[in-house]
T-cell receptor, first 114, second 117 residues
Framework: AQSVTQLDSHVSVSEGTPVLLRCNYS??????LFWYVQHPNKGLQLLLK??????LVKGINGFEAEFKKSETSFHLTKPSAHMSDAAEYFC????????????FGRGTQLTVWP | DADVTQTPRNRITKTGKRIMLECSQT?????MYWYRQDPGLGLRLIYY???????NKGEISDGYSVSRQAQAKFSLSLESAIPNQTALYFC????????????????FGPGTRLTVL
């Protein structure tokens, strides 16, 4: 079975400080892992994707995530938050079968204070 | 132009009405998906289609039906809308399912906000 747990429903940071959004997964297969971002009144945009090529994955807008198999974690980080990072972030696991289904976490709302 | 488009973007309807949400894509992908998003629940899969002749139920298909009119078009219908179907609906596409153990990226439309009164 596959599941995703986003450990924080809301995270607030000040502009210029680091961002950490936490995600744990469970998967019966070697997982494909994604982070998507949803800005207000927008669709979902892919931030980054882990496909086993490298454990540290770099995405768009300065975000990166590290796959830690021993901890079953895939936390999203950014060294310095920007006001434009305020959005909802989803951690997603892909089922390791030909079906290609995705399983979404419940989301983390990131607030960035000036 | 956007690769995945959804119409309408917003819709308000009454209980018992039939509603159709439409999705079109220009990415040339075979696989299409319908999700609903509720606050605090993430996205849940309603239906998915691997090609025009292949349609499958997702986690929450009750009360919904779909039609794959062509490779590029995938419609979601609510036969008799009820208030708890008020949600944000997303269409998505992908080229492949899983290849070499890697799940393909899905690309999302902008969403349709549906309100059932």
């Amino acid at each position: 079975a596959q599941s995703v747990t986003q450990l924080d429903s809301h995270v607030s940071v000040s502009e210029g400080t680091p961002v950490l959004l936490r995600c744990n997964y469970s998967s019966s297969y070697s997982p494909s892992l994604f982070w998507y971002v949803q800005h207000p009144n927008k669709g979902l945009q892919l931030l980054l994707k882990y496909t086993s090529a490298a454990t540290l994955v770099k995405g768009i807008n300065g975000f990166e995530a590290e796959f830690k198999k021993s901890e079953t974690s895939f936390h999203l980080t950014k060294p310095s938050a920007h006001m434009s990072d305020a959005a909802e972030y989803f951690c997603v696991v892909g089922r390791g079968s030909t079906l290609g289904r995705l399983y979404f976490g419940r989301g983390t709302q990131l607030t960035v204070w000036p | 132009d956007a690769d995945v488009t959804q119409t309408p973007r917003n819709r308000i309807t009454k209980t018992g009405k039939r509603i159709m949400l439409e999705c079109s894509q220009t990415k040339g992908h075979d696989r299409m998906y319908w999700y609903r998003q509720d606050p605090g629940l993430g996205l849940r899969l309603i239906y998915y289609s691997f090609d025009v002749k292949d349609i499958n139920k997702g986690e929450i298909s009750d009360g919904y039906s779909v039609s794959r009119q062509a490779q590029a078009k995938f419609s979601l219908s609510l036969e008799s809308a009820i208030p708890n179907q008020t949600a944000l609906y997303f269409c998505a596409t992908s080229d492949l399912g899983t290849s070499g153990g890697i799940t393909d990226t899905q690309y999302f439309g902008p969403g349709t906000r549906l309100t059932v009164l």
